[in-house]
């Protein structure tokens, strides 16, 4: 069993997280320097490589950290109103700019948004109200959130000009007309 992270382990990984997301508003990924990331995140280079290898780990880190985050708040919802739960989720998402923003838009957004989809429809799936047949079902599903997802990035790039009550609607609308 794994040792959970001191209080202090956690609090630097932020940092350095928080760091990485400031500087990718900035510039790639590619163009980050650890140098840039310790000052950002006011650690020293000591520090970083004691928790992290290079750039593309912390990315990594902050990946699984949002997955897990966006997970434990679907693990909390009330699913009885589902129009509801999208608006909640909406909020989140808005709530949360800053991290979806840069893992969404980003060069390497497709990986992220694939494996977030995935890890989504895996708590959703038990509240679908499906057919017999359970290919169709995560097939209905993974056409749902992949538009659904299409339409949440293009808001995103919008500066969030709907509300999240107004783009849950819109939503359920657009998804309405898919059968399963």
Same mark, same amino acid.
């Given at each position: 069993?794994?040792?959970?992270?001191?209080?202090?382990?956690?609090?630097?990984?932020?940092?350095?997280?928080?760091? *990485?997301?400031?500087?990718?508003?900035?510039?790639?990924?590619?163009?980050? #320097? =650890?140098?840039?990331?310790?000052?950002?995140?006011?650690? +020293?280079?000591?520090?970083?490589? *004691?928790?992290?290898?290079?750039?593309?780990?912390?990315? +990594?880190?902050?990946?699984?950290? @949002?997955?897990?985050? #966006?997970?434990?708040?679907? /693990?909390?919802?009330?699913?009885?109103?589902?129009?509801?739960? @999208?608006?909640?989720? *909406?909020?989140?998402?808005?709530? +949360? $700019?800053?991290?979806?923003?840069?893992?969404? *838009?980003? $060069?390497? /957004?497709?990986?992220?948004?694939?494996?977030?989809? $995935?890890?989504?429809?895996?708590?959703?799936?038990?509240?679908?109200?499906? #057919?017999?047949?359970?290919?169709?079902?995560?097939? /209905?599903?993974?056409? @749902?959130?992949? /538009?659904?997802?299409?339409? =949440?990035?293009?808001?995103?790039?919008?500066?969030?000009?709907?509300?999240?009550?107004?783009?849950?609607?819109?939503?359920?609308? =657009? +998804? $309405?007309? @898919?059968?399963?």
């Amino acid at each position: 069993m794994e040792k959970p992270e001191s209080r202090r382990t956690q609090m630097t990984k932020r940092l350095i997280r928080t760091a *990485l997301v400031e500087l990718m508003e900035e510039k790639t990924l590619e163009r980050i #320097t =650890i140098k840039e990331l310790c000052e950002r995140a006011d650690v +020293n280079r000591t520090t970083f490589y *004691l928790h992290y290898s290079d750039q593309r780990s912390v990315l +990594n880190d902050l990946k699984e950290e @949002v997955c897990r985050q #966006t997970i434990a708040m679907i /693990g909390e919802s009330d699913f009885s109103d589902p129009t509801a739960f @999208v608006e909640r989720f *909406l909020g989140y998402i808005r709530a +949360n $700019d800053r991290q979806f923003r840069i893992l969404f *838009l980003n $060069d390497e /957004g497709d990986r992220f948004r694939f494996a977030l989809m $995935d890890a989504v429809a895996r708590e959703l799936m038990p509240y679908i109200r499906g #057919t017999a047949d359970p290919q169709a079902d995560a097939f /209905g599903l993974a056409y @749902v959130m992949a /538009g659904s997802l299409s339409i =949440i990035i293009e808001w995103m790039k919008t500066g969030y000009e709907r509300s999240p009550r107004d783009l849950a609607g819109f939503l359920f609308r =657009i +998804n $309405d007309s @898919v059968r399963w």
